[in-house]
């Protein structure tokens, strides 16, 4: 029942995000005007919106136009109902769970945006620092309201911890950017890719967001050798990777401390 809520959760949550994902990058109003069909302008009534249901049952279709609605609205609402279900089976519902699927809602949002458009909007790209950077706070928040308040020095420490590890990340993206940039003459880190970072690493903290970047680098390596000098959007590799690593997160410290241990 819990995980079911949190379901329907994410796919409304997808909804919105489709709206950002076609508006933000045309600079348009998110809130304004309301949706409707972008070839024939009839407003869309609610029954036209239910997440998932509404492609469905129109078939992909205009419900005024016939003309066909993309696979990638229905696909980026299951993604994220998929988000907020799974991480529901890892922390149960509470705000860490909210906050926590809704950073990896704006990296899907972004490794959309960046596979159309090879740039991605600040807009949505700081937001997902900050609530990754916030996250010891919404916990203190939450535990505070349910009654459950720990040691105040462990909120503290994951605060200064954040913090702390948004900074390396950032900074160690901006080194390899500028090393990149100096030994091939091009960008291949934008400054996308260094908040991107940060939030992994304010999300993840140390062992775990090296291995995130690992693991994005090789997910990266097959489209990129046949892309032949195409550009490969990095973001979505990025988000995978920060994905895999969070789900997985226990194997990937019994690895870490097999390694070095
Ligand atoms: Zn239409």
Same mark, same amino acid.
């Given at each position: 029942?819990?995980?079911?809520?949190?379901?329907?959760?994410?796919?409304?949550?997808?909804?919105?995000?489709?709206?950002?994902?076609?508006?933000?990058?045309?600079?348009?109003?998110?809130?304004?005007?309301?949706?409707?069909?972008?070839?024939?302008?009839?407003?869309?009534?609610?029954?036209?919106?239910?997440?998932?249901?509404?492609?469905?049952?129109?078939?992909?279709?205009?419900?005024?136009?016939?003309?066909?609605?993309?696979?990638?609205?229905?696909?980026?609402?299951?993604?994220?109902? &998929?988000? !907020?279900?799974? *991480?529901? /089976?890892?922390?149960?519902?509470? @705000?860490?769970?909210?906050? +926590?699927?809704?950073? $990896? #809602?704006?990296?899907?949002?972004?490794?959309?945006?960046?596979?159309?458009?090879?740039?991605?909007?600040?807009?949505?790209?700081?937001?997902?620092?900050?609530?990754?950077?916030?996250?010891?706070?919404?916990?203190?928040?939450?535990?505070?309201?349910?009654?459950?308040?720990?040691?105040?020095?462990?909120?503290?420490?994951?605060?200064?911890?954040?913090?702390?590890?948004?900074?390396?990340?950032?900074?160690?993206?901006?080194?390899?950017?500028?090393?990149?940039?100096?030994?091939?003459?091009?960008?291949?880190?934008?400054?996308?890719?260094?908040?991107?970072?940060?939030?992994?690493?304010?999300? &993840?903290? !140390?062992?775990? *967001?090296? /291995?995130?970047?690992?693991?994005? @680098?090789?997910?990266?390596? +097959?489209?990129?050798? $046949? #892309?032949?000098?195409?550009?490969?959007?990095?973001?979505?590799?990025?988000?995978?990777?920060?994905?895999?690593?969070?789900?997985?997160?226990?194997?990937?410290?019994?690895?870490?401390?097999?390694?070095?241990?």
């Amino acid at each position: 029942m819990e995980l079911l809520f949190a379901l329907f959760i994410g796919l409304a949550i997808g909804s919105f995000l489709n709206v950002l994902i076609v508006r933000i990058p045309k600079g348009e109003n998110v809130a304004f005007p309301p949706s409707h069909c972008p070839k024939c302008d009839n407003p869309l009534k609610w029954w036209h919106n239910i997440p998932l249901v509404s492609w469905i049952v129109l078939r992909g279709k205009c419900a005024y136009c016939q003309s066909p609605i993309s696979k990638l609205y229905p696909i980026v609402e299951l993604i994220t109902g &998929l988000i !907020f279900l799974i *991480v529901a /089976m890892k922390t149960g519902l509470n @705000a860490h769970w909210f906050v +926590v699927s809704l950073i $990896f #809602a704006l990296l899907l949002a972004l490794s959309v945006i960046d596979f159309e458009y090879y740039a991605v909007p600040d807009s949505l790209n700081f937001t997902a620092l900050v609530l990754a950077l916030l996250l010891p706070l919404v916990d203190f928040g939450w535990d505070w309201i349910v009654g459950d308040l720990k040691d105040f020095d462990l909120y503290r420490h994951a605060l200064i911890l954040s913090f702390k590890n948004a900074a390396i990340m950032g900074a160690a993206f901006f080194i390899l950017g500028q090393v990149v940039k100096f030994l091939i003459k091009k960008d291949a880190l934008g400054e996308a890719d260094i908040v991107i970072a940060a939030t992994m690493g304010a999300l &993840l903290g !140390f062992p775990l *967001v090296l /291995m995130a970047i690992y693991v994005a @680098a090789l997910l990266a390596i +097959v489209p990129a050798l $046949f #892309a032949r000098g195409h550009m490969v959007p990095f973001v979505p590799f990025l988000a995978l990777g920060t994905w895999i690593v969070y789900i997985f997160a226990p194997t990937f410290q019994h690895w870490w401390t097999m390694i070095y241990a």
